[in-house]
């Protein structure tokens, strides 16, 4: 039992990653408002659409801000209206009605309000770009008698929930699978380098070439499974499995290159030629993967976050929240796949050793 440690270690975290990873609810979101756009010096009665919210329960502590994006204004303080006059409508719908000053602290004609709806029942929802506010005048000298209102005492407690993202909504759990999939079949298409040269360089042990295709052949299954969920993903996401995205495109070159590894395999009756040839292959497979996965979808535009030159994994992408599970989850993956890599060579081994035998 104590060498098998790993083994029961990768399932307790599979296990915990569909629990906690299926069964945490998202946070409080803005799924849409209406109207998205207002005038200088008119009121705005903007109807807001909530996700997983629960406006009823906390009607007597909502409160609303209209945040203005700071570039091109004339000052570098935080620009607020807060809502005037707030009615629930249901656990989903409100409406704000918010009153816009004669002239923006601004030399843009149209500016872009971030909305803030916050309540002791849900917490802070934040939506982006959610009202384009057009002034008929550019005055910067009155514009400094913004009414600014102050962001505080907002109830930001600390919950179990994972973040509320437009567009992925409950997708977002998808992260724990597709994403953990892809570094679980990196591991194991390294330790199939590892083996393969150990092959090469350690005098053409049979087990070696076994443990490096168990490997690669395991690797190979989780970058499918990554493709599926993938294809799954985008589905809900992007509206179509198969969007001929560059990274959807290079991923499949890229797990076609490791599928001719097998095909390379079975062209040689001779172990041990089969092996160095192998082995050699594996090398320059590893070396396209990586140049078709992560260097070549960002030189160009991709719908995956990560690309066009942003980094991936950051708090755009994760809120430490979800790192508790995510995290994890690639271990667990990792070990499950290492299992299946360990379960395969060693059933090789067995068929090398009853044909030695013979």
Same mark, same amino acid.
């Given at each position: 039992?104590?060498?098998?440690?790993?083994?029961?270690?990768?399932?307790?975290?599979?296990?915990?990653?569909f629990?906690?990873?299926?069964? =945490?609810?998202?946070?409080?979101?803005?799924?849409?408002?209406?109207?998205?756009?207002?005038?200088?010096?008119?009121?705005?009665?903007? +109807?807001?659409?909530?996700?997983n919210?629960?406006?009823?329960?906390?009607? @007597?502590?909502?409160?609303a801000?209209?945040?203005m994006?700071?570039? !091109?204004?004339?000052?570098?303080?935080?620009?607020?209206?807060?809502?005037?006059?707030? @009615? &629930?409508?249901? @656990?989903? !719908? =409100?409406?704000?009605?918010?009153?816009?000053? =004669?002239?923006?602290?601004?030399?843009?004609?149209?500016? +872009?309000?971030?909305?803030?709806?916050?309540?002791?029942?849900?917490?802070?929802?934040?939506?982006?770009?959610?009202?384009?506010?057009?002034?008929?005048?550019?005055?910067?000298?009155?514009?400094?008698?913004?009414?600014?209102?102050?962001?505080?005492?907002?109830? !930001?407690?600390?919950?179990?929930?994972?973040?509320?993202?437009?567009?992925?909504?409950?997708?977002?759990?998808?992260?724990?699978?597709?994403?953990?999939?892809?570094?679980?079949?990196?591991? #194991?298409?390294?330790?199939?380098?590892?083996?393969?040269?150990?092959?090469?360089?350690?005098?053409?042990?049979?087990?070696?070439?076994a443990?490096?295709?168990?490997?690669?052949?395991?690797?190979?299954?989780?970058g499918?499974?990554? #493709?599926?969920?993938?294809?799954?993903?985008?589905?809900?996401?992007?509206?179509?499995?198969?969007?001929?995205?560059?990274?959807?495109?290079?991923?499949?070159?890229?797990?076609l290159i490791? #599928? =001719?590894?097998?095909?390379?395999? +079975?062209?040689? @009756?001779?172990?041990?030629?089969?092996?160095? &040839?192998?082995?050699?292959?594996? &090398?320059?497979?590893? &070396?396209?993967?990586?140049?078709?996965?992560y260097?070549?979808?960002?030189?160009?535009?991709?719908?995956?976050?990560?690309?066009?030159?942003?980094?991936?994994?950051?708090?755009?992408?994760?809120? !430490?929240?979800m790192?508790?599970?995510?995290?994890?989850?690639?271990?667990?993956?990792c #070990?499950?796949?290492?299992?299946?890599?360990?379960?395969?060579?060693?059933?090789?081994?067995?068929?090398?050793?009853?044909?030695?035998?013979?």
């Amino acid at each position: 039992m104590k060498e098998n440690w790993w083994k029961a270690l990768g399932v307790i975290i599979i296990i915990y990653t569909f629990i906690a990873g299926l069964g =945490a609810p998202l946070k409080h979101g803005i799924s849409g408002v209406n109207p998205s756009s207002a005038q200088t010096g008119k009121l705005l009665d903007l +109807d807001v659409v909530g996700y997983n919210s629960h406006y009823t329960v906390g009607d @007597e502590t909502m409160r609303a801000w209209l945040r203005m994006d700071l570039a !091109n204004s004339v000052d570098t303080e935080e620009f607020l209206i807060q809502a005037d006059k707030i @009615e &629930v409508k249901d @656990e989903r !719908n =409100a409406q704000l009605q918010f009153r816009i000053p =004669a002239y923006l602290p601004t030399t843009d004609k149209v500016k +872009d309000f971030t909305l803030i709806v916050d309540n002791e029942a849900n917490g802070p929802a934040v939506i982006p770009q959610a009202v384009f506010v057009t002034q008929d005048s550019i005055n910067p000298a009155a514009a400094k008698a913004f009414p600014s209102a102050t962001l505080d005492g907002v109830h !930001n407690e600390w919950r179990f929930a994972f973040p509320y993202r437009t567009i992925l909504y409950e997708t977002i759990r998808n992260t724990y699978f597709h994403v953990a999939l892809w570094f679980a079949m990196l591991f #194991l298409f390294m330790r199939g380098i590892w083996f393969s040269g150990r092959y090469l360089f350690m005098g053409y042990d049979p087990v070696d070439d076994a443990k490096a295709m168990s490997f690669t052949a395991v690797g190979l299954l989780m970058g499918m499974l990554g #493709l599926i969920t993938g294809a799954i993903w985008a589905t809900y996401t992007w509206g179509e499995p198969w969007s001929n995205d560059v990274k959807q495109i290079t991923t499949a070159i890229a797990l076609l290159i490791y #599928l =001719a590894y097998f095909v390379l395999r +079975d062209a040689f @009756e001779d172990e041990e030629r089969r092996g160095r &040839v192998s082995a050699v292959f594996s &090398v320059f497979a590893f &070396v396209a993967l990586l140049a078709l996965i992560y260097v070549v979808p960002r030189l160009t535009a991709s719908l995956h976050p990560g690309n066009g030159g942003n980094p991936a994994l950051g708090s755009d992408d994760l809120d !430490n929240t979800m790192r508790m599970v995510f995290y994890p989850c690639i271990i667990g993956w990792c #070990l499950i796949g290492a299992w299946m890599a360990n379960i395969m060579w060693r059933t090789r081994a067995l068929e090398i050793k009853a044909l030695d035998d013979e």
